[in-house]
């Protein structure tokens, strides 16, 4: 990496007095004129104020120890708008982190800076893409090109509290419930589900704790995630390759919608539409209320926060007609708009190398680096979280020792590994050029359809085949209104 620095700041020579664009930073102080013999770049996040120790102490402070930079450190809590309105006047940064939701969107806007010539360069790019999972990479590329590179992957998992299943086989031991694994089943959640649904007493017997407390077996919040993760494991493909035509109203999610009809038929599940405020799975969970929830990897910091005592495991989400675990990204990237682009790339190119991976899951660890190197070393076995900076002897993340790894970490390896049955890793990624406005028709067909679950032909409540059209339609029109504004014909479907 330092051979590569002299080379990159080499070129650079002479841009070091640049004055940053008119960028307004969190704390409302505007970028200004770098130090002599430091070359100006802008980094922007989002997260929460504790994660500065990471990207503003770790990233921006380190790399300007070891490069001839000045780094603008920037936080906004609204990143999308905030990189659309740069774009808009004409301005850009150098180092941004976006979503991999937006990704596609950013490319068509011609937003953000082809990184693959930089990738390619033998003076400084990188040696190979090898570290990075391939279906990752491969999601990224767009027309042989790449504009931006991982930072992590995040993933769906099923969260159990391991307390209520042994106290449910304690009370039965003649018809034991097994724990939840990727080899369990849609059928085998929704058993577990109705078994482990009810008051204590009926379930644990009259001698169980807080008898009258009634939980629940099954839960998850209401978003896009929960439908694409049984989409997908019922055979389902979100988009057509021309990414012009949605397939959500296809079969495959039918039977998703099914799928959590029955489980709220059952009465394992209570959805919850966030009108109880302050409470919901996220809530309900880590009290002890629920056995089972579908959630994603940045839950297992939280829960272990919200009770340090909960005994609570986590695993691959179990196959439905295929194995599949739906996954998310955050990205580095820089915008076409930046005055520093080899100084940019510089800092990309140093934040996904091994030790800034690491650096990522040992603070953070609320989804994997998108790194298979450290996945697979012994950095991933054990962290040490992030000590609270104003109350001494607590944290903001959690240690986790290697005593918890195969309780909390060790289901996120199965996503990349191959699994038999289908010949690749079940991990894929919910990306694509108008996922926003799918994601929005998702959220508000969900919340429809949850109220009054009904089956094909309308029958008991509303009808998924009627949901899933319409959505497909309202998602079919805005491409083609899109088009239209860009003097294109509506796409072929």
């Known amino acids: 990496?330092?051979?590569?620095?002299?080379?990159?700041?080499?070129?650079?020579?002479?841009?070091?007095?640049?004055?940053?664009?008119?960028?307004?930073?969190?704390?409302?102080?505007?970028?200004?004129?770098?130090?002599?013999?430091?070359?100006?770049?802008?980094?922007?996040?989002?997260?929460?104020?504790?994660?500065?120790?990471?990207?503003?102490?770790?990233?921006?402070?380190?790399?300007?120890r070891i490069a001839p930079v000045q780094v603008d450190y920037q936080r906004h809590p609204d990143i999308f708008a905030k990189y659309n309105a740069w774009h808009a006047k004409g301005e850009g940064i150098e180092v941004m982190r976006l979503g991999i939701d937006y990704y596609r969107q950013f490319v068509e806007r011609r937003m953000l800076e082809p990184l693959t010539p930089y990738i390619n360069d033998g003076r400084f790019g990188l040696p190979s893409l090898d570290r990075f999972p391939q279906r990752l990479i491969d999601?990224?590329?767009?027309?042989?090109?790449?504009?931006?590179?991982?930072e992590d992957n995040a993933?769906?998992?099923?969260?159990?509290?391991?307390?209520?299943?042994?106290?449910?086989?304690?009370?039965?031991?003649?018809?034991?419930?097994?724990?939840?694994?990727?080899?369990?089943?849609?059928?085998?959640?929704?058993?577990?589900?109705?078994?482990?649904?009810?008051?204590?007493?009926?379930?644990?017997?009259?001698?169980?704790?807080?008898?009258?407390?009634?939980?629940?077996?099954?839960?998850?919040?209401?978003w896009s995630w929960p439908f694409f993760n049984f989409f997908a494991q019922a055979g389902g493909q979100l988009w057509s390759e021309d990414q012009l035509t949605t397939y959500i109203d296809q079969q495959a999610g039918v039977d998703a919608l099914l799928f959590l009809r029955d489980l709220i038929v059952d009465g394992s599940w209570r959805p919850s539409f966030g009108q109880e405020g302050g409470t919901g799975p996220t809530v309900f969970f880590p009290a002890g209320r629920v056995a089972m929830l579908y959630g994603g990897s940045w839950l297992v910091p939280k829960f272990e926060n919200d009770n340090p005592n909960f005994d609570f495991v986590v695993v691959p989400v179990p196959r439905g007609r295929v194995p599949a675990v739906v996954t998310g990204a955050v990205?580095?990237?820089?915008?076409?708009?930046?005055?520093?682009?080899?100084?940019?790339?510089?800092?990309?190119?140093?934040?996904?190398?091994?030790?800034?991976?690491?650096?990522?899951?040992?603070?953070?660890?609320?989804?994997?680096?998108?790194?298979?190197?450290?996945l697979h070393s012994s950095a991933y076995r054990s962290t040490r979280g992030l000590e609270s900076e104003t109350r001494p002897g607590t944290y903001e993340i959690q240690p986790m020792p290697e005593s918890k790894f195969e309780d909390r970490a060790a289901w996120t390896l199965y996503t990349w590994e191959i699994d038999e049955q289908i010949g690749r890793a079940p991990g894929w990624i919910a990306t694509?050029?108008?996922?926003?406005?799918?994601?929005?028709?998702?959220?508000?067909?969900?919340?429809?359809?949850?109220?009054?679950?009904?089956?094909?032909?309308?029958?008991?409540?509303?009808?998924?085949?009627?949901?899933?059209?319409?959505?497909?339609?309202?998602?079919?029109?805005?491409?083609?209104?899109?088009?239209?504004?860009?003097?294109?014909?509506?796409?072929?479907?």
């Open 139 to 150: 999601e990224l590329m767009v027309d042989g090109v790449l504009y931006a590179l991982p």
């Open 1 to 64: 990496m330092r051979t590569s620095l002299v080379v990159l700041f080499g070129l650079a020579a002479g841009t070091a007095a640049t004055i940053l664009p008119g960028l307004v930073t969190d704390t409302g102080v505007r970028g200004g004129r770098a130090a002599a013999g430091r070359t100006p770049i802008t980094m922007a996040v989002w997260g929460m104020p504790f994660e500065d120790r990471l990207f503003r102490d770790q990233y921006a402070r380190g790399y300007e």
């Open 155 to 222: 993933m769906y998992g099923l969260y159990f509290n391991r307390t209520l299943f042994d106290e449910y086989n304690a009370a039965n031991p003649d018809s034991p419930l097994t724990y939840p694994s990727e080899h369990w089943t849609w059928q085998d959640v929704r058993d577990a589900a109705r078994k482990l649904t009810g008051p204590r007493r009926t379930l644990f017997g009259p001698s169980t704790s807080n008898p009258d407390a009634v939980i629940a077996g099954f839960d998850l919040e209401i």
């Open 331 to 374: 990205l580095w990237g820089m915008s076409t708009n930046a005055k520093n682009k080899t100084a940019g790339w510089s800092m990309i190119s140093w934040l996904v190398e091994d030790a800034q991976a690491e650096a990522y899951w040992d603070r953070l660890r609320v989804a994997p680096p998108a790194n298979l190197n450290v």
């Open 432 to 493: 694509g050029l108008y996922q926003d406005k799918l994601q929005s028709e998702i959220h508000s067909l969900l919340q429809e359809y949850l109220r009054q679950p009904g089956t094909v032909g309308g029958g008991n409540g509303v009808d998924p085949q009627v949901v899933l059209r319409r959505a497909a339609s309202a998602v079919h029109a805005h491409i083609d209104a899109d088009r239209a504004a860009k003097g294109l014909p509506p796409a072929k479907r």
